[in-house]
């Protein structure tokens, strides 16, 4: 069982398992992954006839996901796949019905990076389109952070991340018209580190 799980999903991320589960990417086609690495959360998209698209900043990983995607799916051309930056997404306005980005935001280097990965994704969604977006906050973790700078912080696991709170992602989610159409989610990693799940639809 644990092997036929593995081949349906891969290695996805759980809390867009459970979006999957709820049905609610059922009408989507189009699917962008922004900073895909190497395919992890593509799995289910590749196997079950979406239209697949992934970019990352690393050659070496978009070669993976080229080779996964050809396997899983080979009527997808090769160049669905490219090598960019998620603030310069090669693609249209409003092309995509779903942009996955799954720990690429808090890679920002500070505040005017952090915006220009948010709205390069939003761009390329369609109206009514979903953004499923998980990243690092310091929601539960407030006082154990410390700030560097820029938006940065330095975080007790020792790693330094962007990090949004709450009041920023409610401000970003009113300021780009959107609606949330999950509830925003932290899991705190005994005070390790909190990662936030934040999934937007385009109005």
């Not at 593995?6 to 991320?13: A, C, K, S, V």
């Not at 459970?18 to 049905?23: A, E, I, P």
Request: aromatic fraction near 12%.
């Amino acid at each position: 069982m644990q092997n036929n799980l593995w081949e349906l999903y891969g290695n996805i991320d759980i809390y867009l398992f459970d979006q999957l589960l709820k049905g609610r990417f059922n009408n989507c086609n189009k699917v962008l992954d922004a900073g895909c690495g190497g395919g992890r959360n593509l799995v289910y998209f590749l196997r079950n006839g979406f239209d697949v698209y992934g970019i990352d900043p690393n050659p070496q990983v978009v070669k993976v996901v080229t080779e996964l995607a050809a396997s899983l799916a080979p009527d997808i051309p090769s160049t669905n796949f490219r090598v960019a930056a998620a603030e310069e997404l090669p693609f249209d306005d409003g092309y995509f019905d779903l942009v996955i980005s799954s720990a690429v935001l808090h890679f920002a280097t500070n505040a005017f990076h952090f915006d220009s990965m948010l709205r390069s994704m939003w761009r390329v969604l369609k109206p009514g389109g979903y953004l499923f977006a998980r990243l690092a906050s310091d929601i539960g973790i407030e006082t154990l952070v410390q700030n560097l700078g820029s938006g940065r912080y330095l975080l007790p696991d020792g790693s330094e991340r962007f990090l949004v709170n709450e009041e920023m992602l409610f401000d970003y989610t009113s300021d780009l018209n959107g609606k949330l159409f999950e509830p925003i989610k932290t899991t705190n990693v005994q005070n390790l580190r909190c990662m936030t799940t934040w999934c937007l639809q385009k109005v």
